[in-house]
């Protein structure tokens, strides 16, 4: 090697090592004063500690994807930008993990998720717009505009801070403004340490949240031909499944996701639930969603994986006119309430009269129950659970409304009838955070 080559090569050499000095300069502090993803990897410095005070979190850590590809604590748990942080035991940590450090790998589905209900919505629906920044709140506005700046939830705010802290936020939360400008966590599908597909997959997990009065899907999902199925085959099915790579040898019987998110086949996987939906089926009357129509051939192109076309046909246009019904039997009784207060028989304080719980609940739990039954197949939610709850509702209104007529004062002081004492089903509506709460 002549003179000139070995110059050249020592020259290039230091050009490098002062280059990656400069860019090593301008890393964050936070990243160059704490060990390196390399130094936890080959020391298992995390685990050292937390396999004697937590070793829950590092047995599901093992088992994770995330342990199979290499990635460590630190790669989560180092500060993302806008974060606070602490010193934890030799290590520059976030303060709190958010959706944002799980973006920091996963962009397109975080992204997908933000502009979906279960972000900004989710949270507004019972807490209102306070908690956001401005550009969170214009963010949840531009794909659900009248969702997120709106009035924080009345039934909520008369049960109290206890009630909503450790009910209606426990799920709400998924959408909750973090203040690195991020929403929720994407822990609450995943898991941890777990950041499981699989979990994810499950009927139990949208289960959470998605049930009860309200919203009754994993309770018609369990009754439906689809959850029959998923209990009798879920031992041979692969709920693990590469979502990008996903197919019906994988998962023969679809669950929630299945539906609303996977790439079955072929098919686009998204992390925005609504993509596939056609109506708002949680609202008092349903109207259609914007891309209401390519939401809805959208889902049709799951449900072809299995049936024929003329049956997914026939089951979307039977499920419309009871959702058509529907829509005409809530209509008609919160018209009867409306006159009663365009009459100046009813106060103008919300939830302080039996009849004001009646048709709470007509709507937001037998109406929803009803809809949801038709859209997922369960028929004792049309029939039972929702349309006889709509009748018998319906029934109680005007009798009520007949007495607060004759009585010729607010309800308030008026003797009702059997509604005087708010049943079972009224008394758990306020448990539901109210209107719009737990939306999809």
Not at 60 to 78: F, N, T
Not at 313 to 332: I, R
Not at 408 to 416: C, F, H, L, V
Request: charged share 20%; aromatic share 6%.
């Amino acid at each position: 090697m002549s003179f000139k080559q070995v110059f050249i090569a020592v020259f290039l050499g230091t050009a490098l090592i002062v280059a990656a000095l400069l860019v090593n300069a301008r890393r964050p502090a936070n990243e160059r004063g704490q060990p390196t993803a390399e130094l936890v990897r080959a020391t298992g410095k995390c685990a050292e500690c937390h396999r004697r005070e937590t070793s829950a979190v590092i047995d599901e850590y093992e088992r994770s994807r995330h342990a199979a590809k290499g990635i460590v604590c630190l790669d989560c748990h180092r500060p993302a930008e806008g974060q606070a942080s602490l010193e934890h035991r030799g290590f520059t940590i976030a303060r709190s993990l958010t959706a944002k450090n799980c973006a920091q790998c996963h962009a397109t589905e975080y992204d997908q998720f933000a502009r979906s209900r279960h972000a900004a919505p989710s949270w507004a629906a019972v807490n209102g717009p306070k908690d956001f920044s401005d550009a969170q709140k214009a963010l949840g506005e531009r794909f659900h505009k009248g969702w997120v700046d709106r009035p924080a939830n009345a039934i909520a705010s008369l049960e109290g801070d206890p009630a909503i802290a450790s009910g209606c936020n426990a799920c709400h939360a998924i959408g909750k403004p973090n203040a690195d400008g991020s929403f929720g966590t994407c822990t609450n599908c995943h898991a941890r340490h777990a950041a499981s597909v699989a979990l994810a997959r499950e009927p139990t997990t949208c289960g959470q949240c998605h049930m009860g009065p309200d919203h009754s899907q994993v309770e018609i999902y369990g009754e439906s031909k689809h959850g029959a199925l998923y209990q009798a085959q879920r031992a041979s099915m692969n709920l693990a499944a590469d979502p990008k790579h996903l197919t019906t040898v994988d998962m023969p019987v679809p669950t929630c996701a299945t539906c609303h998110l996977s790439g079955l086949e072929g098919l686009k996987v998204t992390h925005d639930p609504t993509e596939r939906l056609t109506w708002f089926l949680f609202a008092p009357i349903s109207t259609r969603r914007p891309g209401g129509e390519q939401g809805q051939l959208q889902m049709k192109e799951v449900c072809l994986k299995c049936h024929a076309r003329t049956g997914v046909d026939a089951f979307f246009t039977n499920a419309e006119a009871v959702l058509a019904a529907t829509n005409e039997k809530v209509a008609g009784a919160t018209a009867v309430v409306k006159q009663l207060r365009d009459e100046g028989l009813l106060t103008a304080k919300p939830f302080d009269e039996p009849i004001e719980f009646a048709e709470f609940d007509l709507w937001h739990y037998f109406g929803r129950t009803a809809k949801h039954g038709a859209f997922m197949g369960g028929a004792d939610f049309v029939q039972w659970h929702g349309n006889y709850e709509l009748l018998r509702l319906r029934r109680e209104i005007d009798h009520d409304a007949e007495e607060l007529r004759r009585a010729g004062r607010p309800a308030a002081s008026a003797s009702a009838s059997a509604s005087a004492a708010p049943s079972a089903s009224a008394s758990a509506s306020a448990a539901a955070g109210g209107s719009g709460a737990r939306t999809p």
